[in-house]
Structure formats: structure tokens, C-alpha cells
């Protein structure tokens, strides 16, 4: 079984923290993403990654940074977090191939005060 | 660009027979994804389409018509446990491994 894992449930930060959001995966895949998910909006991609050191921007990068220095993992950065930085976030990974499914992490909801 | 729409909320009664649908825009398909996500948890994969008509897996199917932009999952004798929301997702040529996720369809099953 695919598993990815994500390193908190629940994180409570403050306006202009530095918060890191770190997900695993043990399953090789060469992509994984990073998804905030929001009542009414669903599913938005905020940054993906193909290989190690490789990322690409989604639709929604602003205010956030990534990093993938090792194949299994993918780190959701946020600089200075701010109030409508507030969702769950969602880790998933793929195979590269087409038809692969993406495989989800547990999520992390994030609220900043 | 993708435009991906799909019903927000849809009652049904234990038993009973569902179709939830999604429309799609896309300058260029190339692959639709159904999941299903309960309340507090991960999306799971049910199915794919990429080709033009009727995937069956077990109590679940799902549709697809490419000329029309359209996809539906049926989702047959259901059962409480059904309650979720069920995302359509769309991949376009050339985006890599990229989906584009319509809203959800959150799916109440009453007895």
C-alpha cells in the first residue's frame, strides 16, 4: 500500500511565522504536490515537483515556497504566514505515468491567528 | 486553462441509485479522475476515464463523453457509508501529472 504521510494534523501559528509543512512518501514516486483545500473553491494546486531539486509553480504560489532535497520528501514552506494562509493542506505523490493516481496524505489544517 | 463544474450538494436515499456530474472546458484532455473524500480525510481514487464510455467497478462507474466535455459516477444500492464528497479531476495535454479538481460534490445517503 501507497502511503503518505504528512508531519502534523493540526498546527496553530501566528501571523508572520515561519511555518513548514513537511510530507513523506514510501512509495518512490517521482511527483508529488502540494494542494490547500477550501470550502467552496476544492482542490487548488499551489506547487508541484517531478524530481529531486525539480519544482514547478501550480495556480496558487504566492506566499508559498517548496523544497525537495530527497525523493521521498516535499516541504510546503510559508515565509510569513498570514490569516488567509488559514485551510487544510494536502500532500499527495504519483508514478509519472498518465494514467497513475495521484495518492493523498492525511492533510494538515493549519490555522494562523 | 480548465473550467470544472460539478453539483454542490446532492441528497439520496440508502438503496438507491445516484448520478453525480461534472462538465468540463479544456483546451486539451487528456484523462478524468473521480475520488471520494470523507469528512476530516485523504481523497481516495475510485476511477479514470480517458476514452469515451462506461468504466463498471463494483457498486461504482464512471462515464465519459470527450465531444461534450461531460463525465458522471454512478454510484449504485447505496449505502450509508456513501456520505462523501466526490471530486471530479481532469488532466490536460502536456501538464505533467497535473489535475485540475472541480469543487467536490458533498453526497448526503439518508436511510
Known amino acids: 500500500d501507497v502511503k503518505v504521510t504528512q508531519s502534523s494534523r493540526y498546527l496553530v501559528k501566528r501571523t508572520g511565522e515561519k511555518v513548514f509543512l513537511e510530507c513523506v512518501q514510501d512509495?518512490?514516486?517521482?511527483?508529488m504536490f502540494w494542494y490547500r483545500q477550501d470550502p467552496g473553491l476544492g482542490l487548488r494546486l499551489i506547487y508541484f515537483s517531478y524530481d529531486v531539486k525539480m519544482k514547478e509553480k501550480g495556480d496558487i504560489p504566492e506566499g508559498y515556497s517548496v523544497s525537495r532535497e530527497k525523493k521521498e520528501r516535499f516541504s510546503l514552506i510559508l515565509e510569513s504566514a498570514s490569516t488567509n494562509q488559514t485551510s487544510m493542506y494536502l500532500c499527495?505523490?504519483?508514478?509519472?505515468?498518465?494514467?497513475?493516481?495521484?495518492?493523498f496524505g492525511p492533510g494538515t489544517r493549519l490555522l494562523v491567528l | 486553462g480548465q473550467n470544472i463544474d460539478q453539483p454542490t450538494e446532492m441528497t439520496a436515499t440508502e438503496g438507491a441509485i445516484v448520478q453525480i456530474n461534472c462538465t468540463y472546458q479544456?483546451?486539451?484532455?487528456?484523462?478524468l479522475f473521480w475520488y471520494q473524500q470523507h469528512a476530516g480525510e485523504a481523497p481516495t481514487f475510485l476511477s479514470y476515464n480517458v476514452l469515451d464510455g462506461l468504466e463498471e467497478k463494483g457498486r461504482f462507474s464512471s462515464f465519459l463523453s470527450r465531444s461534450k466535455g461531460y463525465s458522471y459516477l454512478l454510484l449504485k444500492e447505496l449505502q450509508m457509508k456513501d456520505s462523501a464528497s466526490y471530486l471530479c479531476a481532469v488532466r490536460e495535454n502536456n501538464a505533467g501529472n497535473m489535475l485540475t479538481f472541480g469543487g467536490g460534490t458533498r453526497l448526503m445517503v439518508k436511510p
Open positions: 499527495a505523490s504519483s508514478l509519472l505515468g498518465r494514467r497513475e493516481t495521484q495518492y
Open positions: 479544456t483546451s486539451g484532455f487528456n484523462g
Open positions: 512509495m518512490d514516486h517521482e511527483n
